[in-house]
């Protein structure tokens, strides 16, 4: 079987990827606060339906919609012109609409089915916390859950990004989770301090079974989204090493 790849939609990253992601892969993408997680989000998701011809669901446990779309049109997505062409859905708290757990999943399978659909982003990962409120800190069972959810993605043929939290994301200094393990690949964004200012930086971790750089790229966010500058090297890092020399 040849190995098929989707274009991320995300300006830089399928260089980086060396082609794009593995079709029907899971992804995490992980990070401290404001680092760009839910922007990384939102353009697999959006561009890929606009121009990879992928349908996508987002599924956000924090935010209002309105307030996405508003937050997503200020980085050159029209989220509700592909919305309006059954291209594009978003589901907001699904603690409420996706209440009484795997039944409710089968729900979304159904969705997913019946439009179309090959990507799903789901922001964040926290959602299987609001979903299985009992599992109160068992990591087995949280990981079990995660790993199901997972499996149901891949069966129903769709790609699967998570965004999820992590306080310390120094990349010398980072610390994996157990639920870091059961996604094939794993996308971190941080911030590096160069005097009085921080870098935003980014480098793939994993993708098992697949050929990536393992650089850190610096990135930027303007009004045209999140951009992987994947012919550069961080200026905080070039000082750094150059320091080290002294
Ligand atoms: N229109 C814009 N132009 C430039 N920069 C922007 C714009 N919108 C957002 N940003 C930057 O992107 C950052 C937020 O990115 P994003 O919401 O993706 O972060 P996040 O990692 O999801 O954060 P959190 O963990 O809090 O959800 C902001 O801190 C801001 O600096
Ligand atoms: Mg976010």
Redesign the pocket.
């Known amino acids: 079987m040849t190995l098929e790849f989707i274009k991320t939609g995300v300006p830089g990253l399928d260089q980086v990827l060396k082609g794009g992601l593995r079709k029907n892969s899971s992804i995490l993408v992980t990070?401290?606060?404001?680092?760009?997680?839910?922007?990384?989000a939102l353009q697999f998701i959006y561009y890929g339906a606009r121009d990879y011809n992928e349908n996508g669901i987002y599924i956000t446990t924090?935010e209002n919609l309105d307030d996405i779309r508003e937050?997503a049109k200020?980085?050159g997505m029209d989220i509700t012109s592909l919305e309006k062409k059954n291209k594009i859905f978003f589901v907001q708290k699904p603690i409420a609409t996706l209440k009484g757990g795997l039944s409710s999943i089968k729900g979304l399978v159904n969705a997913i089915k019946k439009n179309n659909v090959k990507r799903v982003a789901l922001?964040?990962l926290i959602f299987f916390e609001y979903l299985y409120p009992k599992l109160d800190g068992d990591k087995m069972e949280f990981r079990r859950q995660v790993l199901m959810f997972m499996q149901k993605m891949k069966k129903a043929g769709v790609t699967f990004l998570t965004?999820s939290?992590r306080s310390v994301t120094d990349f010398d200094k980072l610390v994996y989770d157990m639920i870091d393990f059961v996604f094939e690949g794993i996308i971190v964004?941080s911030r590096i301090r160069k005097g009085s200012y921080f870098e935003r930086v980014f480098t793939v971790a994993k993708i098992r079974g697949q050929d990536h750089s393992l650089d850190v790229y610096p990135i930027t966010?303007?009004?045209d989204g999140?951009r992987i500058l994947f012919d550069q090297t961080p200026f905080s890092l070039v000082e750094k090493e150059e320091s080290d020399f002294k």
């Open positions: 990070g401290a606060p404001g680092t760009g997680k839910t922007i990384l924090e937050f200020n980085l922001d964040s965004v939290e964004l966010i303007g009004k999140l």
